[in-house]
Structure formats: structure tokens, C-alpha cells
């Protein structure tokens, strides 16, 4: 959702245009009040996900009219604009609910600034309320697991697990739901009206990963050009969620112990020690035990984030979940689109059945929504489900030939994983078992070699890594 409505409240009619028409340039929807009544008035009738709200005004002051705003809509982001004698009560403001002040006179260029930290946290906040929906209001994992399951004991030590504040370390293959874990925990904590933050470790180099977790000073670094909040401040009295965190850096380690120890740490070129209460969960579809013993993860790390573990079963240990998910997927699926009416023969359960499932029980939602969209059958067959599955199966002798080097087999297998995951490097890095890091050094390499691959193709690859970085790096 992000910012869609802005209201500009200013009774200085060249002040209150000024900044109109250039968040309208901007492409935002505007509206305009010129004194405190009408602003209010205005705020009852519409939802403004941001306010910019003059301090002095007549007939209404702009303390009163923040009041008012926070009492019609809690989350509308309210920035205060104000003279510079009077920032005594812009904090007075700030501590009554305003996220921000500016001082008059101010540039587009710190408004644009401004803005873009208010989409992060606005992001966060769609994010929270995505989720807390989704879980508050279904037991969606519940039901699509057998009680003889192995998940089933897993599950059910979900709410005794989020009554205590103890780091938590999930374990699983990937695919096997350790995010939807995690939120489970969440929402069943006395945390769960708190920020619910999530950081993907696998996704971020180490200095923009240290930036995401702890945020940063102004001009710390070559384009750090505005204070930045971190993670961990953002998830302050909440809980944060390390997705993949096997794959960080020795560094980032190192700081990450000292949070989890002293609940304190510094934004990156700052002095300040900022002092935090959050709750950790950790995913990781590695073995951490193995990393240690190749000196890849520190192991009193290890030790803080695994007070409570949480090993989730590959779908191929327990498939009696197996007919109770295929069930669930496809009837959620046939229901958003108008076709036959389907379900799955007894023989066709069969071969899901008797599948092992290397991507679990994502491959097998991908499975079902794909049977959907492409069969025009009332009832599901063996020959479906053999068609597609065998597609996702490794070749018998996996595409090898005499006269190729190690090196060749390696290229060809990253390429083909990658045009299996549509080129998304993430998921190939996962399934290689390399971090993503270690892939975008190998395509690199590849290209430096003047490789057999068709070079516009590389040229693609190493373009999207570029437009990757850049994006994190936002």
C-alpha cells in the first residue's frame, strides 16, 4: 500500500501550495486544510496515511489538531512543520505521537528523503497487519497437517514456545514452512501487537546486511545520505526475524552476539549506544553443526540463538500430511479461477504419495496450482501429476558426458538450476547449497572466461545481480 493519501495542513497559503504541488508532482493524491478545524474536520470524514501539519495555527493550534488525528487514526504518520523557534514543542509533539518534525524553510530534497523513510515504515507496517490477519484469523497450518504427523507435536509447541522472550532457531529444509512458523510464534505471543520484523541474511551483502540490521549515521558511508533506523530499533518491544541466518558474515556475527547478549549495540559511524528488547527467531535450512566445524559460524552464537530449537521434517518424514496438503492446495486454488471441478484420483494420490518432494511442501503448492491452471480435467490422473513431477526429477545420468572438466559440469548445472528457479538466484543458491554470494562470483567468473554460454545471457544474469544490489541497497 505504501503512502496513498496526503493531507497538508498550513495556514500560510504560499507554504501550503509550495509543498502541495510538489508532492502532487511527485504523483501523490493531495488534499489541503488552511487552519487547524478544517484539518480535523477533514480527518474524520477520509484516511490520510501521512499529514503534514503546521505548529502554529489559528483557531486551532497544531499539538490539538495531532491529538485529534492520532485519535481518529493511530496510524496515521504525522510530520510536524515548524519555525525554528519553536522546536520545544515539535519534541512535545514527537512524544505525542508525530513521527518526525522539519524546519521551516526546507528543500525538496530532505522532503524526498523524508518520504522514502516513511514507504520503509509504512511497508512494515502493511507487512505486520498482512500477517497478523493471515494468522489471527485462520489456522491455516493446522489444517493441512495430520495429527500423526511429526509436524503435528511441532505445532503444538508453538504456543508454549511464544510465552517466553528466548531466542529461537528453526532448522528445515527449504520449503518445509519455517517462516510460517515463526509467525505462528509471533502472533501467538505477548508480542504479538508489536512490530513483527523480518530480514532476509541470504539476501544482503555484509555492509548492506549491517546497515539493514542496526541502521546507520548520516554520511557514515558513500551514499548514506539520511540517518537510518534500523532493524532492530523498528522491531524495539517486538520480534525480529533472521531468515537464513547461516549465511552472515564473521562480522555481522560478532555484532549480532553482542545484541542477543547485552541487548545494546551502535548504528553503523555512530557513537550512541541504543539499547533494545527484542525477541529473536532464526531460520536456516542449513546444518549449523557442519558450518561450525568449517569455522563458517561462530559457535557461542550458536548457543544464543539455539536456547529454544525448533527442527521442522522434510514432507518425504511424514507423508501422511501428503493427501491432507494436495487436498487443501487444490481446493484453494480451483476456487479463485472458474474450471471444472476437480479432485484427485485414488491412484494418482498414489504417486504424490510415493514422491519425495525436494522442494516440499512449496513444490507441492506449486504442483497444485499449476494442475489448475493447465488441466482440463474434472478428475486428477496419474499421468498429471507423472508429467509434471517428472519434470523437477534430475536427469538419470544428469546430462554428463566424457571430455568435460569439472568446472563444465558445475556451469552447466548453475545455469540449469537457474532456468529452473526462473533466474531467481536465491532459490538456485539454495538449492546448490553455495550462498548467493559465492553464485554471483561464479557467473561472474563464467563471463571473465569468455565462456560457450551465450554471452548476452550472462550479460542479462550479472545485470540483474547489479539491479538487485542496487535495489537492497534502497
Same mark, same amino acid.
Given at each position: ?9 498550513? $495556514? ?7 509543498? *502541495?504541488?510538489? %508532492?502532487?508532482? =511527485?504523483?501523490?493524491? +493531495? ?17 490520510? =496515511? ?10 486551532? #493550534? #497544531?499539538?490539538?489538531? %495531532? ?18 523557534? *519553536? ?26 528523503? /523524508? ?10 507496517? $502493511? ?18 497437517? $495430520? ?72 554520511? *557514515?558511508?558513500? #551514499? ?18 533472521? =531468515? ?11 555484532? %549480532? ?16 549506544? %541504543? ?44 507423508? =501422511?500430511?501428503?493427501?491432507? /496438503? ?32 525436494? #522442494? ?40 554428463? *558426458? ?6 563444465? +559440469? ?43 554460454? $551465450? ?20
Amino acid at each position: 500500500m505504501g503512502i496513498e493519501k496526503i493531507l497538508v495542513v498550513d $495556514d500560510d497559503d504560499l507554504s501550503r501550495s509550495y509543498l *502541495s504541488e510538489a %508532492l502532487q508532482r =511527485d504523483g501523490y493524491s +493531495v488534499d489541503n486544510a488552511c487552519d487547524g478545524q478544517e484539518a480535523v474536520s477533514m480527518v474524520e470524514k477520509q484516511n490520510y =496515511d501521512l499529514v503534514f501539519l503546521d505548529m502554529r495555527m489559528p483557531k486551532m #493550534g #497544531g499539538l490539538k489538531v %495531532l491529538e485529534r488525528v492520532k485519535k481518529t487514526s493511530k496510524e496515521t504518520t504525522v510530520v510536524i512543520m515548524t519555525a525554528y523557534g *519553536s522546536i520545544e514543542s515539535a519534541v512535545e509533539a514527537m512524544q505525542k505521537g508525530a513521527y518526525e518534525y522539519i524546519i521551516k524553510p526546507f528543500s525538496l530534497d530532505n522532503i524526498e528523503l /523524508l518520504l522514502k523513510r516513511i514507504q520503509e515504515r509504512q511497508s512494515l507496517i $502493511d507487512e505486520n497487519k498482512y500477517w497478523r490477519s493471515r494468522l489471527d484469523n485462520s489456522g491455516e497450518y493446522e489444517l493441512v497437517i $495430520d495429527k500423526r504427523s511429526k509436524m503435528f507435536e511441532v505445532l503444538n509447541d508453538v504456543k508454549r514456545i511464544a510465552q517466553s522472550k528466548a531466542s529461537v532457531l528453526i532448522q528445515g529444509e527449504s520449503g518445509t514452512g519455517k517462516e510460517l512458523v515463526a509467525h505462528s510464534i509471533y502472533s501467538n505471543s505477548q508480542r504479538k501487537s508489536k512490530p513483527f520484523i523480518k530480514v532476509n541474511c541470504a539476501a544482503l551483502s555484509e555492509s548492506l546486511l549491517e546497515s539493514e540490521l542496526f541502521g546507520h549515521e548520516r554520511g *557514515s558511508f558513500t #551514499g548514506a545520505d539520511a540517518k537510518r533506523t534500523g532493524r532492530f530499533e523498528l522491531a524495539d518491544g517486538g520480534t525480529l526475524l533472521l =531468515d537464513e541466518i547461516s549465511e552472515i558474515s564473521p562480522k555481522i556475527q560478532a555484532k %549480532l552476539l553482542r545484541v542477543l547478549e547485552q541487548e545494546e549495540f551502535e548504528r553503523v559511524g555512530g557513537s550512541k549506544t %541504543l539499547k533494545v528488547d527484542v525477541r529473536v527467531i532464526a531460520t536456516t535450512n542449513r546444518n549449523i553443526l557442519r558450518e561450525i566445524e568449517k569455522n563458517n559460524f561462530r559457535q557461542d552464537l550458536y548457543f544464543r540463538l539455539n536456547v529454544i530449537p525448533v527442527i521442522l521434517p522434510p514432507l518425504r518424514e511424514r507423508r =501422511d500430511d501428503i493427501p491432507v /496438503l494436495a487436498e487443501y492446495f487444490l481446493n484453494k486454488y480451483k476456487s479463485e479461477i472458474d474450471i471444472p471441478l476437480k479432485s484427485i484420483s485414488k491412484e494418482a494420490m498414489n504417486v504424490l504419495v510415493q514422491y519425495d518432494w525436494r #522442494g516440499n511442501v512449496r513444490e507441492m503448492k506449486n504442483l497444485m496450482h499449476r494442475c489448475t491452471v493447465m488441466i482440463d480435467s474434472e478428475v486428477l490422473l496419474p499421468e498429471h501429476f507423472e508429467h509434471m513431477l517428472s519434470a523437477n526429477e534430475p536427469s538419470k545420468n544428469g546430462g554428463l *558426458s566424457v571430455g568435460q572438466t569439472i568446472e563444465d +559440469v558445475e556451469r552447466e548445472l548453475i545455469y540449469k538450476t537457474l532456468e529452473n528457479t526462473g533466474g531467481n538466484k536465491t532459490r538456485a543458491a539454495e538449492i546448490l547449497d553455495v550462498t548467493p554470494r559465492t553464485l554471483r562470483n561464479k557467473l561472474s567468473r563464467y563471463k571473465s572466461l569468455q565462456s560457450d554460454y $551465450d554471452m548476452n545471457a550472462d550479460t542479462e544474469i550479472d545485470e540483474e545481480c547489479a539491479v538487485e544490489e542496487e535495489s537492497f541497497s534502497r
